[in-house]
């Protein structure tokens, strides 16, 4: 007899909402950080200017900017699809190893499923993703105003030629970046909840 095809758990109402939340805030951490990535841009250009640095033109600046922008946005992806296939397979109840790990770093002591610990969830993975950012930023801020010999031109050049080395390197720097920002977030959340209730009682 054929063996019937296994059917894909279902999610249980309670964590449906919980679901929602992540993949928002996933969504928003790499949409935002590409916003803020096109924002350092310009910033770094008006420093500059302002700083009286000389400048290749504005349309070759772009032109060697995007390539490299597109470039560090990849962490934030990477960052944006990890959480949500983690926190969907935890709902699932079909979690690996890595996946455990990744939760057991952005998310400490958080069940992904329970309705109650949302708050907490969503807190953490947009401390996670805001902290992220914020280090991209600073990342290509430092690239992009670099004054050495060959300039900005020849930064982006060594950095896409060494892309398995920069890259990689990246990726390492916003994992430990996420991993701090959750647990602030995380953190601040049980802070602010805490003062709540202190003042509620006191009330």
């Known amino acids: 007899m054929p063996e019937e095809p296994e059917t894909e758990p279902e999610i249980p109402p309670g964590a449906v909402r919980n679901l929602r939340g992540v993949r ?5 951490t790499w949409l935002g950080g590409l916003g803020a990535i096109y924002a350092t841009g310009g910033l770094v250009w008006i420093t ?8 290749v033109s504005w349309s070759r600046g772009v032109s060697l900017f995007i390539p490299v922008a597109l470039f560090h946005a990849v962490p934030l992806i ?3 699809l990890v959480e949500i296939s983690a926190c969907k397979a935890a709902i699932r109840g079909r979690q690996s190893k890595w996946r455990e790990y990744v939760l057991a770093v952005l998310v400490p002591a958080v069940s992904v499923a329970e309705p109650k610990d949302a708050g907490r969830l969503w807190a953490a ?8 950012v ?3 930023c600073y990342s290509l801020f430092s690239l992009a105003s670099y004054q050495g010999p060959g300039g900005f031109a020849e930064a ?9 080395l920069t890259l990689g390197a990246m990726m390492l720097h916003v994992a430990l970046a996420a991993a701090i920002g959750g647990a602030l977030g995380s953190g601040i959340y049980v802070l602010v909840r805490r003062r709540g209730r202190k003042q509620d009682k006191g009330e």
């Open 156 to 164: 982006v050049i060594m950095t896409l030629a060494l892309f398995p």
């Open 24 to 28: 928002l805030i996933a969504h928003l």
């Open 125 to 132: 993975l947009s401390g996670a993703g805001l902290l992220s």
């Open 78 to 80: 990477v960052l944006a």
């Open 48 to 55: 500059l200017q302002n700083a009286g640095v000389s400048m």
């Open 134 to 136: 914020v280090w991209v």
